[in-house]
């Protein structure tokens, strides 16, 4: 089972944090650095100091880390022209020397465009496909040709479809739990699937739609990475999760509930249930960027147990 660090700096996180984050997260032996793609902050928090860029701030850390995997859950498609968007993926992923990701989605927070004057269509899933087009498309078109798309929201005419990324396939990521579009986005253009946020049931439920459609679509269902994103809060005891759950304005009920919450041996078993279910990877959200302790609690009592 392979872990990975999942920050929503959106909540209140300057790119140095980030940093310090990212660093730990290499140092301690974690698979990979993902964080959101948003601009306003949710919940009760205010955000200060404000927004980071989700592609900014990745291409400072390809030249700050060495080792983990970079990238986004998900990057919206509402705030980047995919032509553009290309260009950025590929250029981190060069930066980094070939460890970058890309997690792709339809975009949802009306208020974050409306607040930095974004358009927000009311037709989002098509635009979606249409991006993962483009973005596929420009990347595997060879060097010397060009590359041609005529569709609904978006025409490109002879783009070169440069610069090229340094791995040969860029890893995408689609995720959600729609039951028919998204598994068949999935199919056709994810490397990985990702089910945010779902009890066992539910993310098995869905790993077993994906898998049907890979397989109409005339894919091996296991070409595709499994994946999960849960809410993380680990205390070596009852009264250090109870404290860390306190800091980030949760109940430990709910959090052991719909997370992954409570003493190590907790958190694994725990684990396992969404390993049953067909999950080989976990991005653990990480709500409080000030405790490094609690990665390294993690690190060392609960990704230990898994390898």
């Given at each position: 089972m392979d872990l990975r660090i999942f920050t929503e700096p959106q909540q209140g996180a300057t790119y140095d944090t980030?940093?310090?984050?990212?660093?730990?997260?290499?140092?301690?032996?974690?698979?990979?650095?993902?964080?959101?793609?948003?601009?306003?902050?949710?919940?009760?928090?205010?955000?200060?100091?404000?927004?980071?860029?989700?592609?900014?701030?990745?291409?400072g850390l390809a030249r700050e880390t060495k080792r983990i995997r970079l990238g986004t859950l998900m990057t919206a498609a509402t705030f980047r022209l995919p032509g553009v968007l290309a260009i950025q993926v590929a250029q981190v992923d060069q930066m980094s020397g070939g460890r970058v990701e890309l997690g792709l989605g339809a975009g949802w927070f009306a208020e974050e465009h409306a607040a930095y004057g974004i358009p927000f269509p009311k037709e989002k899933f098509?635009?979606?496909?249409?991006?993962?087009?483009?973005?596929?498309?420009?990347?595997?078109?060879?060097?010397?040709k060009t590359f041609d798309f005529d569709g609904e929201h978006y025409q490109l005419k002879d783009s070169p479809g440069l610069p090229k990324p340094a791995q040969a396939?860029?890893?995408?990521?689609?995720?959600?739990?729609?039951?028919?579009?998204?598994p068949r986005l999935a199919a056709r253009y994810a490397d990985e699937f990702n089910m945010p946020f779902s009890s066992v049931e539910d993310t098995e439920r869905q790993f077993g739609r994906v898998r049907a459609a890979a397989e109409?679509?005339?894919?091996?269902?296991?070409?595709?990475?499994?994946?999960?994103a849960?809410?993380?809060?680990?205390?070596?005891?009852?009264?250090?999760?109870?404290?860390?759950?306190?800091?980030?304005g949760r109940e430990v009920d709910e959090l052991k509930e719909n997370g992954?919450?409570?003493?190590?041996?907790?958190?694994?078993?725990?684990?396992?249930?969404?390993?049953?279910?067909?999950?080989?990877?976990?991005?653990?959200q990480v709500l409080d960027l000030h405790d490094l302790d609690h990665l390294e609690l993690i690190s060392a009592q609960v990704q230990s147990q898994l390898r």
């Open positions: 980030l940093l310090t984050v990212a660093k730990a997260t290499e140092d301690l032996g974690f698979d990979a650095f993902f964080r959101s793609d948003h601009y306003v902050a949710m919940g009760d928090s205010d955000g200060l100091p404000g927004p980071t860029d989700a592609w900014i701030t990745l291409a098509g635009r979606l496909e249409e991006q993962l087009e483009i973005v596929t498309g420009l990347w595997a078109t060879d060097a010397g396939k860029i890893p995408v990521l689609i995720g959600g739990h729609g039951a028919s579009r998204t109409k679509a005339g894919r091996a269902a296991d070409d595709l990475t499994y994946s999960s849960l809410v993380v809060c680990v205390g070596k005891d009852d009264q250090e999760v109870a404290r860390r759950a306190a800091s980030i992954l919450a409570g003493t190590p041996a907790e958190v694994v078993e725990k684990i396992g249930r969404y390993a049953e279910a067909g999950s080989t990877r976990l991005y653990l």
